[in-house]
């Protein structure tokens, strides 16, 4: 079975200092990693994700993340947060030998203050 | 960049009552799925769909549940006799190709559903 943990429930951070979200994953296989983000009464918006290559994959927003396989996590970054990237932020995982569907992680709620 | 689209964005319905939930997934892609998200709560998988029959379902996708294709763009997603734990946001998504490792599930904006 595939499984997604977001430890935090919530992450709170000033305008202009760097963003962090945790993800820890397990899986049988190969995981394929993904991040979603979801504003407030919108979708789930896809930012990055990690199939195979570098650790480190950038995405849309200025966001990155960094694969850890011997940690199994898959921690979203971003070097400098905005007010606007207040949201909830979902890790989602993927395991090839489970089939393609996605289980996600619990959520993460970020809020930038000014 | 192309769009997953739902309807309706929010629907109030009866305790009993069907529930018909539509979506048009991306063009090029053949693998769609539901999701639904419980007010506070995880999203949660409740099926895939391929080639005109599901492909992989949860054990939340019991009997109450089914979808269906019925023409070359619309997937939808029926809810029999809605219960009251049945209110959540339902989100339909599609990628392409499937097998290949790795590609992008695409997400519509969610259909919000309440069971009074």
């Known amino acids: 079975a595939q499984s997604v943990a977001q430890p935090e429930d919530q992450v709170n951070v000033a305008e202009g200092n760097p963003l962090t979200v945790k993800c820890t994953y397990s899986v049988s296989g190969n995981p394929y990693l993904f991040w979603y983000v979801q504003y407030p009464n919108r979708g789930l918006q896809f930012l990055l994700k990690y199939i195979t290559g570098d650790n480190l994959v950038k995405g849309s927003y200025g966001f990155e993340a960094e694969f850890n396989k011997s940690q199994t996590s898959f921690h979203l970054k971003k070097p400098s947060a905005l007010v606007s990237d207040s949201a909830l932020y979902f890790c989602?995982?993927?395991?090839?030998?489970?089939?393609?569907?996605?289980?996600f992680g619990g959520g993460t709620r970020v809020l930038v203050k000014p | 960049e192309p769009e997953v689209t739902q309807t309706p964005s929010h629907q109030v319905t009866q305790m009993g009552q069907e529930v018909i939930l539509r979506c048009v997934p991306i063009s090029n892609h053949l693998y769609f799925y539901w999701y639904r998200q419980i007010l506070g709560q995880k999203v949660e998988f409740l099926v895939s769909f391929y080639n005109n029959e599901i492909s992989e379902k949860s054990e939340i996708f019991d009997d109450q549940f089914s979808v269906e294709r019925p023409d070359g763009s619309n997937f939808t997603l029926k809810i029999r006799s809605t219960k009251l734990e049945d209110s959540a946001m339902y989100f339909c998504a599609s990628k392409d190709q499937p097998g290949t490792a790795g590609n992008t599930i695409y997400f519509g904006e969610g259909s919000w559903l309440t069971v009074v």
């Open positions: 989602a995982v993927r395991d090839k030998a489970a089939g393609n569907k996605l289980t």
